[in-house]
């Protein structure tokens, strides 16, 4: 009922910035928690960030803290991840996921809804 679609990957340069939307539909995007994850070829699917329903309150995996943000308008049906001073191990698929009132530290199983992806590569 929900659909998610992920938009401003690309090709960076180590200390470069990104800036990734996720646009929802379908329903209430308000009542969804928000996250993003990350999948480089050959690893296993990594947490990235996550917002609560309401805004605010928020969530980052360690490898990200300090140059990541995340960010929500619930008016706009939007979510954004705010990728600074990024290093090429940042280079993944990145996916943009929703889970229904979930709680802030849920795992990726518990996500209901998940986008296409978009790819960030940067390089050296």
């Known amino acids: 009922q929900v659909q998610l679609v992920e938009s401003g990957g690309g090709l960076v340069q180590a200390g470069g910035s990104l800036r990734l939307s996720c646009t929802a539909s379908?329903?209430?995007?308000?009542?969804?928690?928000m996250g993003w994850f990350r999948q480089a070829p050959g690893k296993e699917r990594e947490f990235v960030a996550a917002?609560?329903?309401?805004?605010?309150?928020?969530y980052y995996g360690d490898s990200v803290k300090g140059r990541f943000t995340i960010s929500r308008d619930n008016a706009k049906n939007m979510v954004y991840l705010q990728m600074n001073s990024l290093k090429p191990e940042d280079t993944a698929v990145y996916y943009c996921?929703?889970?229904?009132?979930?709680?802030?530290?849920?795992?990726?199983?518990?996500?209901?809804?998940w986008g296409q992806g978009t790819q960030v590569t940067v390089s050296s």
């Open positions: 996921a929703a889970d229904w009132l979930g709680a802030l530290t849920s795992p990726a199983s518990d996500y209901d809804y």
């Open positions: 379908g329903t209430t995007f308000s009542n969804y928690k």
């Open positions: 917002i609560r329903w309401g805004g605010g309150l928020t």
